[in-house]
């Protein structure tokens, strides 16, 4: 399936000093971020989704609902989604909690090769990294232990992920959300 492989560690300089140090993307997950054509029309070199995620200059989170809101269903169309799941509320993360996204984004170890899961995708929350000339969007489905790339408003690509940090991150966040609470430290298989 995917292989996944750890590169040369590289330390970032942060805006508050040194930031952790963290490992660049293997190939696989690369790919998963890159978006081939858009590198081809603009010129872009390949690493440049990894640059966004180490130097986004605003990062979200954003609760979703885990329902997908049907392209015919005119009550909700003028509700803002996600991937097609409706936002129910955006935070900007702090600098502290930017850079722990950052170090879980960006070292390989957090990308499984585990078979897919036997589920629905239904996120519970995205993340949204903006940079200088590109935003990537993330949705994070805890049953499955995906992540999925939003590119123009649609789901592009899943990946195996190790989750259970994100879950850390997103009870801390949303510390009166039931549903979030309850979630499990376990990944799937």
Known sequence: MLLLRS???????????????????????TEFYEKPDAQKDAGK???????TIAHAGLIEILRVGSLRIAANDDAKL???????????????????????????????????SHPPAACIF?????FRLVGQDEAIEL???????????????QLKATIPFRTEKFVA?????????????????????
């Open 7 to 29: 590169c040369v560690l590289l330390g970032l300089l942060g805006v508050m000093g040194c930031a952790p140090e963290r490992k660049h993307l293997g190939p696989a997950t």
């Open 45 to 51: 070199k390949p690493g440049h989704a990894e640059h």
């Open 78 to 112: 003028d509700q803002p989604t996600i991937g097609g799941y409706p936002i129910v509320s955006i935070i900007t993360l702090d600098e502290k909690t930017s850079r722990d996204l950052r170090v879980i984004l960006l070292d390989d170890k957090n990308y499984n």
């Open 122 to 126: 239904s996120p519970g929350i995205a």
């Open 139 to 153: 949705l994070v489905c805890f049953d499955c232990g995906d992540l999925a790339r939003v590119e123009d408003g």
């Open 169 to 189: 991150m997103a009870k801390e966040i949303y510390r009166h959300d039931p549903a979030i609470q309850a979630l499990k430290h376990t990944p799937p298989n």
